[in-house]
Structure formats: C-alpha cells, structure tokens
C-alpha cells in the first residue's frame, strides 16, 4: 500500500512541479489541493496522509488561521513548510513554520531542493521505519531502566535535527529559572533561523533564550543557542567563539561535543534528541571515554529516530527517556545548589 503526500498549496505551478517530481516514486502517492478549511478536514480523514506539504502562500491566505488548527491537532501528520526562492522576511516564515510546528523546512532556492525534500519525506514515513518491536534492542530496555545519580557538571549540551524545535519548546517550558547549569543547544537549522527559534523558546521559557552572539560566556539560567550554518568552540573559562568549519553538519553536534570535552573533561551532560542521521555519535564516544554523561530520547517520542538510535545503539546512552520525561530527569541534574555562574573548576 502506498503512502501519502498531501500538499496544501493554491500554487498550482508548485503543485504541477511536485507531482511530476513524486511520479518518479511508485512507493508513494502525491495528492496536491487547493483545500480549504472544510475540504482539508475531510481530505486528512479520507487520505490518512503520512506527512503534509505546506506551500509558502499558505500561512498568508485569510483562512491560514482555521487551517492551522487542522494540521496542529493531537493527530495531525508530521508538516514540513516549503520556503519560496525569494521570501522578502525569511525570520517570518520560520516563525510560521514553529507556530504550525512544522518538523522540517525546505528552502526552494536551494539547487537540490528537490532532493532534500524526498529526503525528509522518506525520513518521516512509517514506510521507511522499522517497527516497534524492532527499535527495543536490548541497549535501549538497559538504558530505560537505568537510573543515574547525577555527578559534577558544568554544562547541558542539547543536541537536535528534525522535530528538535517542539521538543526543545517543551523541555525549556518546563525547567524553572533557578535551572543552575548552563545549556548550550545545537539545532540543525540554516542560517538566519536560529534567532527566530531563539525568539519563541524565550516566550515559553523562563530561563533567559538567545542565538550565541561573539565571545558570549555560559552561565546558569541562560540557554544559547549556536546559529545556523556556524560552529562553536568553547574555552575553559566558559566563553563561546563562533566561526565556520566545512565538511560537517552546521552547527555540528560533534564538533561542539569535542570542543565542550577539551574545555570541561567529563563535566558535561550530553542530550541527544529527535533527529536524521547520527550526527552527536562521535561526540558522545568521545565524552563517555572521558567519564560523562548522555541521555537520549526514546524512539516512542522521536518525530526520527535517528540521532538518538545512533547513540542508544552503541551502548552509549546512560538513560533513554521519553519527551515528556526528559525535563524532570534534567532538573535532578540541574539543582539550585549547583555553583550560579560557570566558573574555571
């Protein structure tokens, strides 16, 4: 049985561009519309579609607002936004995309658009997941079970890709303002786009949110943000240089896990969420030689399961937790007593 493709766009060359595109895939079937709110509710219970395709007139269009409350409810399937070539306020789309929660966006101005797309398409598909029982290897039954006693730290490293913006809204949603170690998130996200996503997770946040500016100093009550398509090396008195690396993802999850274990050792509590590929991988072999710690998020919760599984199924993983989970095990971590500010230990 194939599955679904759904694009809501009223762009009928975008619409006829795509389909010809899909046509190529017989595993998946393409159904473009021009829906309004009424026939969109009707189509998702008819269709059943496994991942929707939003065009980039659709937040703009008078009816954008019913059509959110359709593809945002408990059971919508997953939404990636397509970015036209020439967006006159590109911090505006991305705010759109995380207020629809989209899990993934694809700019078209891209060569390899087209490319991507399929991509994370495939990535979302239960067609190109395994199953349930398949995913519970025995390094994951290990790791949920496991509880851990928190040890020293100096720093929360968070590492995400797809789905990582609402999973990181609703872990900083929940960690109060006297949260006492410093985070430091690494989001796969273009450049332009991090301060946007900085912007919403302070409006849910009551730690102190903000993309890493030049020569920043981590410190508790503060989450930071490395922007899109930079790098970030940490120093031992705890200030943040930015620059730029090629070759790697952007920002890097492993670089900025062997930059925090030159600079802290094994003080550093490593998070790796909902995400493609295994980017953190190496990083974590190498803060678990050093004597850290890593949590990772558990595949019932996973928009993709494919950072965390990396690390889960390498034996790497000291706990695996679900997302709603996961602030509550951080806040044992991150206990007022610990020193306020990051200090050279």
Same mark, same amino acid.
């Given at each position: 049985m194939s599955d679904t493709i759904l694009l809501l766009s009223r762009q009928s060359d975008l619409a006829h561009h795509l389909l010809q595109h899909f046509q190529q895939h017989k595993a998946l079937r393409f159904y473009p519309s021009l829906a309004g709110p009424q026939e969109l509710h009707s189509l998702l219970q008819r269709l059943?579609?496994?991942v929707v395709l939003v065009g980039p007139d659709i937040t703009s269009a008078a009816d954008a607002p019913a059509l959110r409350e359709l593809l945002t409810s408990a059971h919508s399937p997953p939404l990636i936004f397509l970015q036209a070539a020439h967006h006159p306020r590109p911090s505006e789309f991305w705010q759109a995309a995380l207020d629809w929660g989209a899990v993934e966006t694809v700019a078209m101005s891209e060569k390899n658009w087209l490319k991507t797309l399929l991509q994370y398409v495939e990535a979302l598909l239960p067609l190109g997941r395994e199953s349930r029982r398949q995913r519970q290897s025995a390094a994951l039954k290990a790791a949920e079970s496991r509880r851990l006693t928190p040890t020293p730290c100096r720093l929360l490293? &968070?590492? +995400?890709?797809?789905?990582?913006?609402?999973?990181? =809204?609703? &872990?900083? /949603?929940?960690?109060? @303002?006297?949260f006492a170690l410093p985070i430091l998130i690494v989001q796969h996200l273009p450049g332009g786009f991090?301060?946007?996503? +900085?912007?919403?997770?302070?409006?849910?946040?009551? $730690?102190? %949110?903000?993309? %890493?500016?030049?020569?920043?100093?981590?410190? @508790?009550?503060? @989450?930071l943000i490395v922007p899109g398509s930079q790098q970030v090396r940490l120093l031992r008195n705890g200030q943040l240089v930015l620059y730029s690396a090629e070759g790697h993802s952007r920002p890097s999850v492993n670089l900025t896990l062997i930059s925090a274990i030159q600079a802290f050792q094994q003080k550093v509590l490593a998070l790796i969420l909902t995400g493609m590929g295994q980017d953190g991988l190496d990083g974590v072999q190498r803060l678990k030689a050093a004597g850290g710690r890593c949590l990772a998020e558990h595949p019932s919760s996973c928009v993709v399961?494919?950072?965390?599984?990396? %690390? &889960?199924? +390498?034996? $790497? @993983?000291?706990? %695996?937790?679900p997302l709603p989970r996961i =602030? /509550?095990?951080?806040?044992?971590?991150?206990?007022?007593?610990?020193?306020? =500010?990051?200090?050279?230990?």
């Open positions: 059943n579609p496994q490293l &968070i590492g +995400a890709s797809t789905g990582g913006p609402q999973a990181l =809204a609703q &872990i900083l /949603s929940e960690l109060p @303002a006297s991090t301060d946007s996503l +900085a912007q919403q997770l302070q409006s849910l946040s009551a $730690l102190q %949110v903000r993309e %890493v500016q030049p020569q920043d100093q981590l410190q @508790a009550g503060q @989450a399961y494919g950072m965390p599984r990396a %690390v &889960i199924e +390498a034996g $790497l @993983a000291d706990r %695996v937790l =602030a /509550s095990e951080l806040k044992r971590w991150g206990q007022p007593q610990t020193p306020r =500010a990051l200090q050279k230990s």
